[in-house]
């Protein structure tokens, strides 16, 4: 068969890998791609937020199957317009996308169904919002409601920071459209840990567990990013916290969306935060997390495309999936300055010396006179197994280590616990 992925970053090469492995794949173009899944896929110069253009190369090329790894296009409606013509896509439609356009559809749908969240309240009013500050003490949390690259949450500290944050976003429109509606939030005090789930709009079946690490310095400190690193499984999720998040939260999730005639097909990413008072959803996100893919799908034995499939014929509840007892890390290289101003097109020196058991997931790459150049905020990300967290996270930086470009960056504390 032959597939079509939408998207360039580490998450899109690491599905390109994942599907390059099947033996039911013939073929797999990557649009728009970068460096790395240049090596095992065909680019095509196409926009992820061009419908259309993705579309009209589906129907040209006889694609079998689309799976987007974006977030941009399944907002966009992509999946709506691929199915209307006839085409099999793997992803979430617009309706059932707005779980993640719009933070406050999301925190209407945890409250109306009793799922545990952090209290909030949304606004379209700059004055109302300001007037809001401090409601639910400090930290507090303001989120821009729209899609904003995973950067339009801020964490104010005081009054002062508040204000600031609601100004950028509502009157500076820092985040453009994402900040025209704004959520404010109780602040939640815990361990973070992200579960992904297979759900085909019967059944929720998650995958196995993992954490990522949002703020650019070591301690969890700097502005948030896309992801510095993440971990697989994580060092908390215990049986126990799995049994209470089965119950509490995907149980009454995949039976709201039933309620809400949500027709959700595809990935469930579900934030949590682990307080005193037990697991709390902070975010759904309906795509695969970016970088929590380059250490759960490392550890996916079964393949990929077949799970897809059940997925789209209804079945998922009867499909068998297994996964490694070995542990992943990801260390993410950046670029110096990320996520705020930063330069491009660097020469990326040592990838021929990396270990062969060690994934390279490229995420801000390109290629240009056979040459590998920087092309992003988030470079690269360094996936390592091993039998223990500590065993995947020391050969992860050990090959980290032998990757260079001008003004390199990463943290250095990923696959610890780091509590706030």
């Not at 006889?62 to 709506?80: A, C, N, R, Y």
């Not at 037990?278 to 759904?284: H, P, R």
């Not at 260390?331 to 300055?337: F, P, R």
Request: aromatic share 8%; with cysteine.
């Amino acid at each position: 068969m032959k597939i079509l992925v939408v998207g360039s970053g580490g998450r899109e090469h690491a599905i390109v890998w994942k599907l390059h492995k099947s033996p039911k794949v013939d073929k797999i173009y990557c649009a728009p791609g970068n460096a790395g899944t240049h090596s095992i896929a065909e680019n095509v110069d196409i926009r992820v937020d061009d419908i259309e253009g993705l579309c009209a190369f589906a129907k040209e090329n006889k694609i079998d199957l689309t799976v987007v790894g974006p977030e941009v296009p399944l907002v966009l409606g992509i999946v709506d317009r691929f199915e209307k013509v006839g085409l099999a896509i793997f992803g979430p439609n617009k309706k059932c996308a707005q779980l993640e356009g719009s933070k406050a559809f999301t925190k209407e749908f945890l409250i109306r169904h009793h799922i545990p969240t952090a209290r909030y309240k949304s606004f379209t009013s700059f004055e109302e919002a300001k007037k809001a500050v401090g409601i639910y003490g400090y930290p507090m949390v303001i989120k821009a409601d729209g899609l904003a690259a995973g950067k339009g949450v801020v964490i104010a500290d005081d009054e002062h920071e508040a204000l600031r944050a609601i100004d950028e976003m509502m009157k500076n429109r820092k985040f453009g459209e994402a900040g025209e509606k704004i959520v404010i939030e109780e602040y939640l005090t815990g361990t973070e840990a992200s579960i992904l789930c297979f759900v085909d709009g019967e059944s929720i079946v998650p995958m196995v567990s993992a954490q990522d690490y949002k703020k650019v310095f070591d301690e969890d400190e700097g502005p948030n990013t896309g992801g510095m690193g993440s971990y697989s499984p994580s060092i908390i999720y215990d049986e126990k916290l799995s049994k209470e998040v089965r119950e509490k939260i995907l149980v009454p999730t995949i039976e709201g969306f039933k309620r809400d005639e949500l027709n959700f097909k595809g990935i469930l990413f579900i934030g949590l935060m682990i307080t005193k008072e037990g697991a709390k959803v902070l975010e759904f996100n309906v795509r695969f997390g970016d970088p929590e893919t380059q250490t759960v799908l490392v550890r996916l034995k079964t393949d990929l495309v077949e799970i897809i499939e059940s997925i789209l014929e209804g079945s998922l509840k009867t499909q068998k999936i297994l996964w490694s007892n070995k542990k992943a890390v990801c260390v993410v290289l950046t670029s110096g300055g990320y996520p705020d101003s930063y330069e491009k097109g660097k020469e990326i020196q040592g990838l021929a010396d990396i270990d062969d058991d060690v994934f390279i997931f490229h995420a801000g790459t390109k290629m240009l006179d056979g040459k590998i150049l920087t092309n992003g905020g988030r470079v690269l990300g360094v996936s390592a197994l091993g039998d223990t967290i500590d065993e995947a996270r020391k050969k992860a930086y050990e090959n980290a280590s032998r990757i260079s470009f001008d003004n390199m960056y990463y943290r250095k504390d990923i696959g610890k616990i780091i509590k706030k």
